[in-house]
């Protein structure tokens, strides 16, 4: 054994440098995050199940549970998929492992991504490293909480309405939502395919860039790919001499934003006035009041088409019935859990004839509404800032049987994800010993300038990634 | 009161790309089953549709040739329902935005032409093949199980939905005869029937001669050949004729045509209306072909079959030039006619010998045709029958069948003739007293004398001649 490597410290660019002047070797730096996994998961129940040795000589990454792995069991957090094995990779899969990086496992998921606690996994929930009574977030939790506790050291995450963004905020970390078109989906468990996007949850926004970098681009099995317009950039410097940022008032005054979110977000946006930003205020008048109605529309639409193929037929468990449809029936009675119940129902009626127009037809003239809404704001402004999540994590159990609580989790991520942009978090302080997210949202392909902004006001804040009860 | 029918057709054409129309698994007949699958056309987790660029082009050379206008934007949709051979849960089409629409197709015919509108072509995948086992042969109520094969599901299919501009069975055969051709010729697809690469439902309404109302319509499957539909349709305008005049009403259904019985079976009804769900598919973009795409494929068409029908038409007469052109017959019958065979001897010999002979017109030799067809009366039927089956062989040659003309020459029966009636008094008598049905026995006496080498035309005029004198 090599160098003491401290897992909860430690950042991918730093073992990536360790690995390279080989001062520790892959299978070590594997092994410590395998201790790691054992000291804490039992804990924080973050790994779905674990690589007993994977292949890759880099820096150790571990994926969603949606994320299709070749060999790999992936279950999306469902009973439906139980003891699925995918016979391909997802093409992010892919590029990870062609890049080297070891799968050290799989993460747990709200089922189907649907949900922002984790609670809806069918193999039970994940929680807080902050707070283990505390959710983690969701739906990618899992990937969100293992990074904060050190048993990995970057994740890929699924963000549909908020699952990379608001675990990231939760958990005091780093998530990017990339620009919708820019990441492949192929392999992919779909929730709702206009809005899947997969991301990076790291520690620093120097190793999101970086994992974003080598997941990004074209990918010729999912026609809604395109290439990147410009390579991704590390950022560097300090400097935000130019810059303009927007406020959105409604993203920032929404009702229900704590009053510690908003006081933690407000002095990030004075730090970057500070680093000499121009900040502004603007308006999206419809984001807050329209975005979670159109959300809930489609996605659940999608959904209810997307998880169709779920019927025992060909994978996964069955339950058998007197005919096929008894069968189906049973099947995805027994596999299916409620909240995607929930929403297969709810979609199915927002695509019945009779009300697709009043529904989903509305919801995507509203969808385009609010593209045009977020047009205008950047074509004063080159990112907007407002708190990631309006709360800081809530108590396991606290909005579980409450749905509508649930989904105002995601009212301040939800906006820009129907408009395709990309959004980045970064924790910004604690309010009430809790981490506070703030969001950077960008134009379309405007990575590059969140990296920027976002790497310069994570060193202004200083903020430490290691919760407080392990420092 | 008289009664006019009125029939609309939805044609189905597989596609002979070599490749699914969302996945690049192979298309093709034969295979083990589930062996021409993977993750996409099996819908696995995450697996993700992408057009194939080849199908796209040949459906809008298709429209093309239908007279369609080209999408500038078209869009893929959902129709979302269960059913084990589906297994996404839904089948990408297309719905509110199909590439081609509002096309027509005219069919030249004796009282007029018949103008055909084509309301839409769209791209489509097919659905897996389902095999029954147990129970009622080949249904699924009762089976003891059912097996899918998935190596069909993902074949490109393209869905022709027609105007219902179709007034008799007997249009729809004609309608249907002349666009098979037009789609073999375009080279998409073998559109065989029997295979199942072309596929024919047909919606049936009648309504009283001259009035221009729409009636409710029902729906015929599951008719595997042009007579076959003709024949359902005719089934089942009949069948509504009579519950309209007994002062009943047409309900909307769905049957199948039992070939055997030529009789129409109802399907189960449904509890209640089918609801599709569409909505455009999230996972593929929009077809937006570009204009100079469109003009290139444009320009790439073949003449179509009822621009030679014409043609031959002027030559010819309207029903030898349909059936030439319907049958793919008319590149051969204009070479044999340039080799020097009469136009009208050609088009016959092609139409009944050649085809009943199930010889290749793509292997016969104009030139070898032409001497035959030149030569056919004086050749014996048999020795003629014999060259015309063998004229798709590799380098045939008629020269060794036009070497036996000599045996036909009128001189050499003539004695075996003679002898054959003084043989036979009582049956001359016979005929004499009118029993003319006696001719072919004479004939075949005298055949049978030959060893068949007789030409059978000139015998019976011998005969004939012999007996009246």
């Known amino acids: ?471 | 009161m008289s009664w006019e029918p009125v029939v609309g057709l939805e044609i189905h054409v597989h596609l002979k790309t070599k490749t699914k129309m969302f996945c690049r698994c192979p298309v093709g007949f034969g295979a083990a089953p589930n062996t021409q699958t993977c993750p996409v056309c099996l819908a696995f987790p995450g697996a993700l549709p992408v057009a194939n660029r080849v199908a796209v082009e040949w459906t809008i050379q298709l429209g093309l040739a239908l007279g369609c206008e080209i999408a500038e934007h078209a869009v893929f949709s959902r129709k979302n329902y269960f059913y084990y051979d589906n297994p996404k849960g839904y089948q990408i089409s297309q719905y509110d935005l199909p590439l081609c629409t509002n096309g027509n197709v005219l069919v030249p015919g004796s009282d007029g032409d018949l103008e055909v509108g084509i309301v839409r072509a769209h791209l489509e995948e097919d659905a897996a093949k389902t095999v029954h086992v147990g129970g009622r042969a080949g249904r699924s109520q009762g089976a003891d199980y059912s097996l899918v094969d998935f190596n069909r599901g993902g074949t490109p299919l393209v869905e022709i939905v027609t105007a219902p501009d179709i007034h008799s069975p007997d249009d729809a055969k004609r309608f249907l005869q002349l666009l098979r051709q037009a789609i073999v010729e375009l080279g998409v697809s073998d559109a065989e029937m029997e295979k199942g690469t072309l596929r024919v439902d047909a919606n049936v309404s009648v309504r009283p001669a001259g009035s221009d109302e729409l009636r409710t319509r029902t729906e015929i499957k599951n008719m595997n050949s042009f007579n076959f539909i003709a024949r359902g349709i005719e089934a089942e305008v009949e069948r509504q004729i009579a519950v309209w005049e007994s002062g009943g009403t047409v309900e909307p259904q769905t049957f199948d045509f039992e070939a055997s019985s030529g009789t129409l079976t109802p399907r189960r009804a449904k509890e209640e209306a089918d609801d599709y769900r569409y909505f455009p598919e999230p996972d593929l973009v929009p077809l937006e072909p570009a204009r100079e795409l469109v003009e290139r494929l444009r320009a790439a068409l073949p003449e179509s079959p009822v621009t030679r029908i014409r043609r031959i038409e002027s030559e010819l007469d309207l029903e030898r030039a349909t059936v030439l052109v319907t049958g793919g017959l008319d590149a051969l019958w204009s070479e044999t006619v340039a080799a020097g065979a009469d136009d009208v001897a050609a088009a016959n010999v092609i139409t009944n010998n050649l085809v009943g002979a199930g010889v290749d017109p793509g292997e016969v030799s104009p030139e070898e045709l032409a001497k035959l067809v030149s030569a056919r009366k004086s050749i014996p039927r048999p020795a003629f029958d014999e060259a015309v089956a063998k004229l798709g062989d590799p380098d045939f040659s008629a020269d060794p069948y036009l070497a036996q003309e000599a045996v036909s020459d009128t001189a050499e029966p003539e004695p075996i003739v003679e002898a054959i009636l003084s043989a036979n008094a009582d049956q001359v008598d016979a005929f004499r007293n009118g029993k003319h049905g006696l001719l072919g026995f004479f004939v075949g006496q005298v055949m049978k004398e030959t060893q068949g080498k007789a030409n059978p035309r000139i015998v019976s005029e011998l005969v004939r001649e012999k007996l009246s004198g």
Not at chain 1, 190 to 219: C, E, H, M
Not at chain 1, 271 to 279: S, T
Not at chain 1, 429 to 442: H, R
């Open chain 1, 1 to 471: 054994m090599g160098a003491v490597v401290d897992t909860l410290r430690l950042t991918a660019e730093e073992a990536k440098a360790l690995l390279e002047r080989g001062e520790l070797s892959g299978a070590e730096l594997r092994e410590a995050y395998f201790e790691a996994i054992a000291e804490r998961d039992g804990e924080l129940h973050c790994f779905l199940r674990t690589v007993a040795e994977p292949d890759g000589e880099g820096v150790p990454i571990a994926l969603k549970d949606v994320i299709s792995t070749k060999g790999v069991e992936t279950t999306a957090g469902s009973k439906i998929l139980a003891g699925y094995v995918p016979p391909f990779d997802s093409t992010v899969a892919a590029r990870v492992k062609a890049a080297g990086l070891p799968l050290l496992g799989k993460t747990n998921t709200d089922e189907f991504a649907m949900g922002s606690s984790t609670e809806n996994s069918a193999w039970g929930p994940s929680r807080n490293p902050w707070d283990p009574n505390r959710v983690p977030g969701g739906s990618g939790g899992g990937s969100s909480a293992a990074v904060t506790a050190g048993m990995t050291p970057w994740a890929l995450g699924s963000d549909t309405g908020g699952s990379i963004k608001q675990p990231s905020a939760l958990c005091g970390n780093v998530g990017l939502r990339p620009t919708y078109g820019t990441v492949s989906r192929y392999g992919v468990v779909a929730f709702a395919s206009s809005l899947d996007q997969v991301g990076p949850v790291a520690k620093t926004v120097r190793d999101a860039a970086l994992l974003y970098s080598i997941i990004a681009g074209r990918d010729p099995c999912d026609s809604t790919t395109v290439e990147l317009p410009e390579p991704v950039r590390l950022p560097e410097g300090d400097s935000l001499a130019g810059v303009r940022v927007g406020v959105p008032t409604e993203l920032n005054e929404a009702e229900g934003i704590e009053p510690g979110v908003k006081e933690a977000v407000e002095q990030a946006i004075a730090l970057a006035q500070g680093l000499g930003a121009e900040v502004g205020e603007c308006s999206l008048p419809r984001a807050v009041r329209y975005g979670m109605p159109c959300y809930y529309l489609i996605a659940p639409a999608e959904a209810s088409s997307n998880l169709a193929r779920y019927d025992g037929v060909r994978y996964g468990p069955r339950v058998d019935g007197s005919s096929y449809q008894e069968m189906v029936d049973r099947t995805r009675d027994e596999g299916f859990g409620d909240e995607p119940k929930r929403r297969i129902m709810l979609g199915t009626y927002a695509l019945s004839a009779g009300y697709y127009d009043a529904f989903y037809g509305q919801a995507q003239k509203v969808r385009t509404l609010l593209i045009q809404e977020h047009r205008d704001a950047f074509e004063r402004f080159d990112l907007l800032v407002c708190p990631t999540s309006p709360t800081v994590a809530f108590r396991i159990g606290e909005r579980a049987a409450d749905p509508l609580a649930m989904y105002l989790s995601d009212v301040l991520t939800i906006p820009s994800c129907l408009a395709g942009l990309p959004g980045l978090s970064i924790p910004c302080g604690l309010s009430q010993g809790l981490p506070v997210g703030l969001q950077l949202i960008g134009p379309q392909f405007g990575e590059n300038t969140l990296f920027r902004v976002g790497h310069a006001l994570e060193h202004a804040i200083g903020f430490d990634t290691v919760p407080e009860r392990w420092r």
